[in-house]
């Protein structure tokens, strides 16, 4: 665990801590607590985690130790808030020890909230750090398990923090991907939320949220397809329809229209949330740039090329190094457009990034070549209805470039063959 850095008036605290007799030391409690509170207001929070710690030591009764213990899952959440989740985690793990090893404390209205609360947050902190470490998110669901556990007993199973405690596991269990599992949870939070708050609470919407996320990666689209559609009206309805997490859920809601082939659906939505992101971001702003992607992308399927083109104009625009994967998206509707002239400029531009990216002898570097042979032979073969002397000879120098970029493609994808 961390050290206590000590100041003077703590140092202070622990000589008489230490001096006096325990019939005395029940009567200094309440003075520790108010040196604590008074140093947690002051942005001390170590030195308030020691002085709760003697506080503790020094209680009397199990009021007083339960008091000690809230000040010091206060101390660990304003720790946590403040980005020192290191020490927050130090702190939460004392407060859990603390309850554990108190019998007093085993059945306790009092302290199995704050046993939950403590618990949640050490899932949090494990599980933000977590990527790729299973150790770490064995620890988070431990602690999530048992704080739904806790929160049962403090409350009853239907309380709306057993809901909140079900969303955090079952967050862990869609990051592991063992989605199943973590289907009833978020059904059971939903269900939670739906009998204990109102109907247009955000937290329903949350809720409706991760069921559909989890229910598409499933494969349950047309299960999802109403959740997202319900929380997206209590959204609008609770947050406005600017709001941030509206924009999210529009852009869920394409995505899966897209999936479910719902082209002009994904569009209307995906056009819908760039608006709210556009209302809230400068037009340079880099966040526009995967909503425009989508809105793009979304067109160019809905066979409609002459709007994607503006759009993916607006997204090159936006981008500093220009990726690659865009301008050969963006190439593809020039040709649809049979603009073949300015599609094979933004080739040249996508093999330059993705030569820049990825290096020169890499498969995407062949991939890019070839996409550029391809628009050269069609734009010749667009212009093909007369054949004059000169348009002979363009045809040959035009097939002698092709090859020479197929030949380089090929060239590279045989060095990457077993």
Do not use: W
């Not at 100041?7 to 200094?28: D, V």
């Not at 001390?44 to 009021?63: H, M, P, S, T, V």
């Not at 989508?294 to 625009?317: C, D, H, N, V």
């Amino acid at each position: 665990e961390d050290e206590i850095e000590e100041s003077e008036e703590l140092r202070e605290s622990c000589l008489l801590f230490k001096g006096k007799k325990k019939g005395e030391l029940a009567k200094a409690t309440n003075n520790l607590m108010a040196q604590a509170s008074s140093q947690v207001d002051a942005g001390r929070l170590i030195e308030a985690r020691g002085l709760y710690e003697l506080a503790f030591r020094a209680a009397a009764n199990d009021n007083e130790r339960i008091e000690s213990c809230e000040g010091l899952s206060n101390v660990a959440g304003k720790l946590f808030s403040s980005g020192r989740c290191r020490e927050a985690e130090s702190v939460h793990k004392r407060v859990v020890a603390l309850y554990d090893d108190t019998s007093s404390f085993t059945n306790s209205e009092k302290t199995l909230p704050n046993l939950a609360r403590s618990l949640t947050q050490l899932g949090r902190i494990a599980l933000q750090n977590s990527d790729n470490d299973n150790t770490k998110k064995d620890v988070a669901e431990r602690a999530f398990r048992r704080a739904v556990s806790v929160y049962c007993r403090a409350y009853s199973r239907d309380h709306a923090y057993v809901a909140t405690a079900l969303g955090h596991l079952g967050n862990l269990l869609y990051k592991r991907g063992l989605y199943q599992e973590a289907t009833p949870m978020y059904e059971r939070a939903l269900k939670i939320r739906i009998q204990s708050l109102p109907n247009d609470h955000v937290d329903i919407a949350t809720s409706l949220n991760n069921l559909a996320l989890v229910h598409k990666k499933t494969g349950r689209l047309n299960e999802a397809l109403p959740l997202y559609e319900r929380a997206l009206k209590i959204r609008i309805h609770a947050l406005g329809a600017a709001h941030p997490e509206v924009a999210i859920t529009m852009t869920n809601l394409a995505i899966l229209s897209s999936e479910l082939n719902e082209i002009q659906k994904a569009v209307h939505y995906f056009r819908k949330a760039l608006r709210v992101h556009e209302a809230r971001l400068h037009p340079s702003h880099p966040d526009l740039a995967q909503p425009l992607r989508q809105l793009a992308t979304a067109f160019a399927r809905a066979g409609q090329p002459s709007q994607a083109k503006g759009i993916y104009e607006r997204l090159i625009l936006l981008t500093v190094h220009y990726d690659p994967d865009d301008l050969t998206s963006y190439a593809h509707v020039l040709m649809q457009l049979n603009d073949y002239a300015n599609a094979e400029i933004a080739l040249q531009q996508a093999l330059t990034s993705t030569q820049r990216i990825y290096g020169m002898e890499t498969t995407q570097v062949a991939t890019a070549l070839s996409e550029l042979a391809l628009c050269r032979r069609n734009s010749r073969r667009n212009h093909n209805n007369e054949t004059t002397k000169t348009q002979t000879a363009d045809i040959f120098s035009t097939a002698s470039f092709c090859e020479q970029l197929l030949r380089r493609a090929l060239a590279i994808y045989n060095k990457f063959e077993p």
